[in-house]
């Protein structure tokens, strides 16, 4: 009993004691100077980086963002497969809307007039043959171009391959043509139209801003000396800007980013909140490595005489375009300047 009594009277003892830190006063100039020093760090970065540079008083939400586009420009070309022809924005664009991106061909390889029929297949390891033994009716290659039908004919005079039921005459395994067909495409222009929200504070914006208006739109070009807020590209100039050359990567096709930035300080004045653009290439571009280089794919156009239907294939060499916005926005809250300033005093305690 006595025990429990004694620990009993500890407890109650310590429970009701109050102790303060002893205090050692060192009157010395090296070692005052060190702590002054230290101090005026510790004020420099809880005012300089944290406070001003950060703006650690603010609270901060990330943007929700939409975008829409609109190419425009006409090109003409002459070619053997086509002739003399107009291109226009529902022939280049393909397809016509994306998500957040747009397409825009450049370059082409046309195989006209294909039809479902018969034809000798294009020279590889699985259709070379010498006689009909060496096909297999009903067999197709996941890289060929067809069903064979167990036949071996002639695809030129040194050369002898599988027949197929494929869309004959096949398309040729050849390079793109250079210079780009549609070189003139370095000229047409896309309005990028791009609208933000930070939902927590009910903010809203896009960079088609209030001072302007429909006549300047209609003839401003983006320009980052003179017209640094006109929401109209010009492709040449993207590509440029990315510190590559627009005929150049025409010729294969390849993938550039348009990014778009709004860091707004909803401190100041709404005028002050405006996108600022950026350009790079996506795709790898390495000189070592030229194994399937740029951005390409096929498509057709259909059309019928009553009885056949036939085709022209388009293997579409071009630029995508992928339109990537990133923003902050940051406003005065009292929790979190509260936050780091009372973290600053206390890191200043360790000191005083």
């Not at 034809?119 to 996941?142: H, K, L, Q, R, V």
Request: hydrophobic letters at 40%.
């Amino acid at each position: 009993m006595s025990q429990d009594g004694g620990c009993y009277t500890w407890i109650w003892t310590c429970f009701f004691e109050y102790s303060t830190p002893k205090i050692l006063l060192i009157r010395s100039r090296k070692v005052g100077a060190i702590n002054r020093f230290i101090q005026a760090v510790i004020i420099g970065y809880v005012i300089g980086y944290v406070c001003v540079l950060k703006k650690g008083y603010q609270e901060t939400d990330t943007v929700l963002s939409s975008v829409t586009t609109k190419v425009k420009g006409i090109a003409l070309t002459n070619t053997t497969a086509m002739g003399l022809r107009v291109w226009d924005v529902a022939d280049y664009v393909i397809p016509p809307q994306e998500e957040s991106s747009f397409f825009v061909m450049t370059n082409m390889i046309i195989t006209p007039g294909q039809n479902q029929s018969h034809c000798p297949e294009i020279p590889s390891a699985t259709a070379n043959c010498s006689s009909d033994g060496d096909c297999m009716a009903g067999f197709s290659d996941t890289r060929g171009n067809g069903v064979q039908t167990g036949r071996c004919v002639n695809y030129s005079a040194s050369a002898k391959t599988c027949e197929v039921l494929a869309w004959c005459p096949l398309e040729e395994d050849v390079d793109p043509p250079e210079p780009p067909i549609l070189a003139a495409a370095e000229n047409f222009t896309v309005l990028i139209k791009n609208h933000i929200r930070y939902p927590k504070f009910n903010f809203s914006r896009r960079n088609i801003l209030p001072h302007i208006n429909s006549t300047y739109l209609t003839n401003c070009v983006f320009s980052r000396t003179t017209d640094p807020d006109c929401p109209i590209f010009r492709l040449r100039d993207i590509v440029s800007e990315a510190q590559e050359d627009f005929q150049d990567m025409a010729v294969n096709g390849g993938v550039m980013g348009i990014q778009i930035r709004w860091d707004c300080d909803l401190d100041m004045p709404e005028s002050w909140c405006v996108p600022k653009y950026t350009f790079r290439r996506l795709d790898n571009k390495d000189p070592e490595n030229t194994v399937a280089p740029g951005y390409s794919f096929r498509f057709a156009k259909y059309y019928s005489d009553g009885e056949v239907e036939t085709r022209t294939l388009i293997k579409a060499f071009g630029i995508r375009f992928d339109v990537m916005v990133f923003g902050k926005a940051g406003k005065f809250n009292i929790v979190p300047m509260l936050l780091n300033v009372g973290a600053g005093l206390a890191l200043m305690g360790l000191f005083i």
